[in-house]
Nanobody, 125 residues
Framework: QVELVESGGGSVQAGGSLKLSCKATSGTSTSACIGWFRQAPGKEREGIAAFFIRGKIAHYRDAAKGRFTISQDNAKNTVDLQMNSLEPEDTAMYYC??????????????????WGQGTQVTVSS
């Protein structure tokens, strides 16, 4: 069982930045991939980016390239999502997820078994 805890959400004005962190309270395997997703009210959950632990490779949804950066912080044992130039359309609940045996592109929710409770991001215009 893996428990994931997200942090770093909040309210910002358009153009601002936020950094979300995902921490696993128990160990994840070196084969794991960690993904960040978001879900806005009335919309489906969509993948943003994934980090493949073994190869330290990041993969992004096309729409996320350029403004979002996923990375691993070894000191804090977190996988972080840096979000820049935020827009009101980025307002959503943001979730991290873990797939212990790896994943393919990592931005499909069906690949993940473990999910955090989410952290709210609100961007005002």
């Amino acid at each position: 069982q893996v428990e994931l805890v997200e942090s770093g959400g909040g309210s910002v004005q358009a153009g601002g930045s936020l950094k979300l962190s995902c921490k696993a309270t128990s160990g994840t395997s070196t084969s794991a991939c960690i993904g960040w997703f978001r879900q806005a009210p009335g919309k489906e959950r969509e993948g943003i980016a994934a980090f493949f632990i073994r190869g330290k490779i990041a993969h992004y949804r096309d729409a996320a390239k350029g403004r979002f950066t996923i990375s691993q912080d070894n000191a804090k044992n977190t996988v972080d999502l840096q979000m820049n130039s935020l827009e009101p359309e980025d307002t959503a609940m943001y979730y991290c997820a873990a797939a212990l045996l790896g994943c393919t592109d990592g931005i499909r929710a069906a690949e993940y078994r473990y999910w955090g409770q989410g952290t709210q991001v609100t961007v005002s215009s």
